[in-house]
C-alpha cells in the first residue's frame, strides 16, 4: 500500500514540461491510469520509475518490443513485448504501399504521440528519416500502435500498448525531449548476420549494427546522424 502511494504521489509531482505538444485524451488517460496501476510491482521489482526517460528497441524477426528506462546513468531492460502483427518480411522499407515495417533509428517527440488513433493508442515513428529521404524511400503514418493487425506498422495489442505508450507519455511529459526507438531485422549477433549474408540489405545491416553494438556496449542510445548515405554514431549530448 506504501508502495501505490509513494508511486502515484511521484506520478502527479511531475511537472509539465512540454505539456503544450504533448496531446492526450480522456481515452488516453483513463488507459495511462489503468496501466500504469499494473506496472507499479514489475517497475519496483527492478528498481525503476515511471517518468524515467525511456529507450525503444524493436527486433523484427524475433517479433520483440523492448521497452528500456534510464536508472542512473544507463538504461535497464524492463519488458520485452511480443509484437502481435507485422507485415512485409526482412528489410527496410523502400516506398508508400509497400507494406514493409521499417528499419533504423527512428525518434518520436511529443507531437507524434497519438491518444486518439482508431488502433486504440499508437506513436508515429518519423518515417521517412533522413537516412530514407537520403535514399529516396517514401512512405507515412508508420506507428507503433495497438490492435493485432498491421500493413507495414507494428501492432502491439491494446493492452500492451497502454502500457508502452503510458510509460512513453510519462517520460515526455516528466521533460524527455524524444524516445529514440532503434528498429533492427534480428539480434545483430554475426551468427545472425551469417545467416543472411546473401541478402541484398547485409551491407545495409552492417550498418545498423554499429548502431546496435555501441547500446550493448554502452547502454546509452547513441546519437545518430547521416553522413555520405551512412548512418554515424557518436555519444548523444
Same mark, same amino acid.
Given at each position: 500500500?506504501?508502495?501505490?502511494?509513494?508511486?502515484?504521489?511521484?506520478?502527479?509531482?511531475?511537472?509539465?514540461?512540454?505539456?503544450?505538444?504533448?496531446?492526450?485524451?480522456?481515452?488516453?488517460?483513463?488507459?495511462?491510469?489503468?496501466?500504469?496501476?499494473?506496472?507499479?510491482?514489475?517497475?519496483?521489482?527492478?528498481?525503476?520509475?515511471?517518468?524515467?526517460?525511456?529507450?525503444?528497441?524493436?527486433?523484427?524477426?524475433?517479433?520483440?518490443?523492448?521497452?528500456?528506462?534510464?536508472?542512473?546513468?544507463?538504461?535497464?531492460?524492463?519488458?520485452?513485448?511480443?509484437?502481435?502483427?507485422?507485415?512485409?518480411?526482412?528489410?527496410?522499407?523502400?516506398?508508400?504501399?509497400?507494406?514493409?515495417?521499417?528499419?533504423?533509428?527512428?525518434?518520436?517527440?511529443?507531437?507524434?504521440?497519438?491518444?486518439?488513433?482508431?488502433?486504440?493508442?499508437?506513436?508515429?515513428? +518519423?518515417?521517412?528519416?533522413?537516412?530514407?529521404?537520403?535514399?529516396?524511400?517514401?512512405?507515412?503514418?508508420?506507428?507503433?500502435?495497438?490492435?493485432?493487425?498491421?500493413?507495414?506498422?507494428?501492432?502491439?495489442?491494446?493492452?500492451?500498448?497502454?502500457?508502452?505508450?503510458?510509460?512513453?507519455?510519462?517520460?515526455?511529459?516528466?521533460?524527455?525531449?524524444?524516445?529514440?526507438?532503434?528498429?533492427?531485422?534480428?539480434?545483430?549477433?554475426?551468427?545472425?548476420?551469417?545467416?543472411?549474408?546473401?541478402?541484398?540489405?547485409?551491407?545495409?545491416?552492417?550498418?545498423?549494427?554499429?548502431?546496435?553494438?555501441?547500446?550493448?556496449?554502452?547502454?546509452?542510445?547513441?546519437?545518430?546522424?547521416?553522413?555520405? +548515405?551512412?548512418?554515424?554514431?557518436?555519444?548523444?549530448?
Amino acid at each position: 500500500m506504501h508502495l501505490r502511494i509513494i508511486f502515484f504521489l511521484c506520478l502527479f509531482a511531475m511537472p509539465s514540461v512540454g505539456l503544450a505538444e504533448l496531446p492526450t485524451s480522456r481515452r488516453a488517460e483513463k488507459a495511462i491510469a489503468d496501466a500504469t496501476r499494473r506496472l507499479i510491482t514489475p517497475l519496483a521489482k527492478k528498481r525503476l520509475a515511471a517518468g524515467s526517460h525511456v529507450f525503444i528497441r524493436i527486433l523484427k524477426e524475433e517479433l520483440e518490443l523492448e521497452v528500456w528506462l534510464k536508472r542512473g546513468d544507463r538504461f535497464v531492460l524492463f519488458k520485452t513485448y511480443h509484437i502481435k502483427a507485422m507485415s512485409g518480411k526482412l528489410g527496410p522499407k523502400l516506398k508508400e504501399g509497400d507494406r514493409q515495417a521499417p528499419e533504423g533509428f527512428y525518434f518520436v517527440p511529443p507531437s507524434r504521440m497519438n491518444p486518439n488513433s482508431k488502433f486504440h493508442l499508437s506513436f508515429n515513428l +518519423g518515417y521517412p528519416n533522413k537516412y530514407d529521404r537520403t535514399h529516396g524511400r517514401t512512405g507515412s503514418a508508420l506507428m507503433v500502435h495497438g490492435n493485432k493487425v498491421s500493413i507495414g506498422c507494428y501492432a502491439m495489442g491494446d493492452k500492451e500498448i497502454e502500457e508502452i505508450y503510458a510509460l512513453c507519455h510519462l517520460a515526455l511529459k516528466n521533460g524527455q525531449r524524444f524516445f529514440r526507438v532503434h528498429v533492427f531485422p534480428f539480434r545483430m549477433t554475426m551468427e545472425k548476420l551469417a545467416k543472411h549474408r546473401s541478402s541484398r540489405w547485409h551491407t545495409f545491416w552492417l550498418n545498423l549494427k554499429e548502431g546496435y553494438e555501441w547500446f550493448e556496449k554502452n547502454r546509452v542510445p547513441p546519437n545518430v546522424e547521416v553522413r555520405g +548515405g551512412r548512418y554515424v554514431f557518436d555519444k548523444a549530448d
